[in-house]
């Protein structure tokens, strides 16, 4: 008899990383079985409704088909990122725009734009976990730079940033404000980094998602203020928590060098054309909401960021700097294996049958070993919720350590 084989899959599709924050919903999905409650403190998602106008926007603006729109994205909307960009004093032309399916998307076009296969790109960890499943997609190794909590999560010097860079190494990534830390680079920590890839003949490759969102007076720095890189920046965004709209898979990419962007546009033209009903969506939001609007929702974020800091700043072995931006925190706990306390905390605690789920921060760097006693904190909830959350939390903690 002949033994059947089977084909075995791809060396991408074994080595791709499981999302540290999507990896425990299976336990999250038996505990809300089981009747419990959960506060979700594991994910980027907020609780600030979608703009009501968003909708109207959309139904006000249906096509008798819903056709295939341009690759690069409506023009209308990328006029409106434009205008987005000029009422921060940043000279962004329409043509500089493409639209992409969610932030996820230009990251990846962003790493296959400038790498080939087996290139290096130089990050800072801890980072956005799913860099890493992108730099898998694209054929690209991370190469990390740790950042410490001693000091925020700020750049370390040069010579440590410079040590990381190899023959293979095309681009510097930042992701400010920083997901999973909540840091805000300074100005002078843009432009250092812009001076080193200007140096090393690098590309700066910058995740600006969270730009709006920074707290106590500061101001965000964008790689695109700093003068003599135009050719080798990329931004990449979002509207997905600018407008709390994670579900339209809508974001877009600036990039002023036209060679990359003709590159860009081809990998756009493969995939067809980013979601059109969200585009209608985003280009009113664009249009008409302005610093009110961003205003208010970074109050509301920095006084959850405040509960943070009241409610876990008296717990124990619980250690963490005050978050300047985004809405995640990076936070040390007194136990060894945080991937097993997140689990526990699922599977075997409740407190008057609701628990906390929280985000195990080994899966936010590259380099093993690092995150073990971390986890990440999304102040996503509104402040009662948190409150609650972070309670359960500071018991369950007492509990797995007696």
Known sequence: MTRMTVPHSSRRAREI???????????ADAATAKGTRI?????????????PDYWSAITSQLPP???????????????????????????VAPEEVLITTGGSEAVVFAMMAVCDEGDEVVCFEPFYTNYNGF??????RLVPVTSSPDDGFHLPDDEAIESRIGDRTRALLICNPNNPTGTVLKREEVERLAEIAKRRNLFLLADEVYRDFVFDGRSHASVLEVSGCKDSVIVMDSISKRFSSCGARLGDMVVR?????????????????????AQFGA???????????????????????????????????????????????????????TDDFAAWLLRDFSDAGETTMVA????????????????????????????????????????YGA
């Open 257 to 277: 060098n036209p060679e990359l962007m003709a590159g860009i546009l081809k990998f756009a033209q493969a995939r067809l054309c980013p979601p059109t009903l």
């Open 283 to 337: 280009i009113y939001m664009y249009d008409h909401l302005g610093e009110d609007y961003f205003s208010g929702v970074t109050s509301t974020y920095q006084s959850r960021r405040d509960v943070l800091l009241e409610c876990l700043s008296g717990v124990e072995g619980v250690f963490f700097q005050k978050p300047e931006g985004a809405f995640y925190a990076m936070v040390g706990l007194p136990v060894d294996d």
């Open 135 to 140: 730099a898998t997609m694209a054929g690209v």
């Open 17 to 27: 990383q499981e999302s540290p924050i999507r990896k425990l919903a299976p336990l």
């Open 360 to 399: 195990p921060g080994a899966g936010f760097y590259a380099t093993p070993g690092l995150g073990k006693n971390e986890i990440r904190i999304a102040y996503v909830l509104e402040e009662a919720r948190m409150r609650r959350a972070l309670e359960i939390l500071g018991r369950g903690l007492a509990a």
């Open 65 to 91: 088909v819903l056709a295939y729109g341009p690759s690069n994205g409506l023009p209308d909307l990328r006029k409106a990122i434009s205008g987005y960009y000029g009422r921060a004093g940043i000279d």
């Open 39 to 51: 506060f979700h403190l594991n994910i980027g998602q907020p609780d600030i409704p979608t703009p």
